[in-house]
């Protein structure tokens, strides 16, 4: 089992920054390839960035590129987002997961359904 406890969520105002913290415990954080999601107000929970286990590869959905930096400590067991330049459209819920199943394909490490481990989500809302 691994648990997973994102907090750093808030109100800012557009152009601001926001971190987010996702602190896992259970199985051993360092072997899991782990991502964050987003979901927005009446749409389907989305991809936001994914991150290797050693924390050597990086993954960006398009529309966060160059705006957003995913990181993680291994040794505190803590998954971090970054996120800068804040856009009215990155109001949602952002939720950290962990990556349980080896897949492939196109854009494999968006794929929601080999993510087996969710935190409850923290919101982050952006005003313009």
């Known amino acids: 089992q691994v648990q997973l406890v994102e907090s750093g969520g808030g109100l800012v105002q557009a152009g601001g920054s926001l971190r987010l913290s996702c602190a896992a415990s259970?199985?051993?954080?360092?072997?899991?390839?782990m991502g964050w999601f987003r979901k927005a107000p009446g749409k389907e929970r989305d991809f936001v960035a994914g991150i290797s286990a050693s924390g050597g590869t990086t993954y960006y959905a398009d529309s966060v590129k160059g705006r957003f930096t995913i990181s993680r400590v291994n040794a505190r067991n803590t998954l971090y987002l970054q996120m800068n330049s804040l856009k009215p459209e990155d109001t949602a819920v952002y939720y950290c997961?962990?990556?349980?199943?080896?897949?492939?394909?196109?854009?494999?490490?968006?794929?929601?359904?080999?993510?087996?481990?969710w935190g409850q989500g923290t919101q982050v809302t952006v005003s313009s």
């Open positions: 997961s962990v990556r349980t199943v080896i897949n492939s394909g196109r854009e494999w490490y968006a794929d929601q359904s080999a993510y087996g481990y």
């Open positions: 259970g199985r051993t954080f360092s072997t899991y390839l």
